[in-house]
Nanobody, 115 residues
Framework: QVQKVESGGGLVQPGGSLRLSCAAS????????MAWYRQAPGKEREFVAA???????NYAESVKGRFTISRDNAKNTVYLQMNSLKPEDTAVYYC?????????WGQGTQVTVSS
């Protein structure tokens, strides 16, 4: 079921930047972690980055040094700052909200990196 709405996607040139936003529907009492996933044409959905309630952060190896995940507790929102974008970053990006083992997904936002 859709629990969040992602925004910030679009078309950018290689080397450009985008910032994705996702407003969580749960509260800090129920959310264990939030994460970003992506799915490119012909590929399975893959993990991109995650931030837990305990502020542990993990990144996929392919985005380390380029992407930054962050959280604004006052706004109950997570962000994904994407820099130095590459054509291989092209995908639909999904926000994932984990509530103690149960995942809730947003509708996704398209990111296209092309000259």
């Amino acid at each position: 079921q859709v629990q969040k709405v992602e925004s910030g996607g679009g078309l950018v040139q290689p080397g450009g930047s985008l910032r994705l936003s996702c407003a969580a529907s749960g509260s800090m009492f129920s959310i264990v972690a939030m994460a970003w996933y992506r799915q490119a044409p012909g590929k399975e959905r893959e993990f991109v980055a995650a931030i837990s309630r305990g502020n542990n952060i993990n990144y996929a190896e392919s985005v380390k040094g380029r992407f930054t995940i962050s959280r604004d507790n006052a706004k109950n929102t997570v962000y994904l700052q994407m820099n130095s974008l590459k054509p291989e970053d092209t995908a639909v990006y999904y926000c994932n909200e984990n509530r103690g083992g149960t995942d809730y997904w947003g509708q996704g936002t398209q990111v296209t990196v092309s000259s």
